[in-house]
C-alpha cells in the first residue's frame, strides 16, 4: 500500500509542477482555466462544419 500512496503522491506533485508550469497555483487559477478551456471547446464544435455522415448500414 505504501507503494501505491508514493506513487499517487509523485503523481500529484507532477500534476502541480506541470499547472504551475502554465501559472495554475491555486483551486480557483484551475476552476477558471478549465472552464474558459470548455468554452473554447464549446464555441469550436458549434462553429465547426457539419461532416457529412454516410449510413453504411
Known amino acids: 500500500m505504501a ?3 508514493r506513487s499517487n ?3 500529484a506533485e507532477n500534476l ?3 499547472l504551475s508550469g ?3 497555483h491555486t483551486n480557483s487559477e484551475l476552476d ?4 474558459d478551456a470548455l468554452e473554447a471547446m ?3 464544435i458549434m462553429t465547426e462544419k457539419p461532416m457529412k455522415v454516410r449510413n453504411t448500414a
Do not use: P, Q, W
Open 32 to 35: 477558471s482555466a478549465l472552464s
Open 42 to 44: 464549446t464555441i469550436g
Open 9 to 11: 503522491k509523485e503523481k
Open 3 to 5: 507503494d501505491k500512496e
Open 16 to 18: 502541480k509542477a506541470i
Open 22 to 24: 502554465f501559472g495554475i
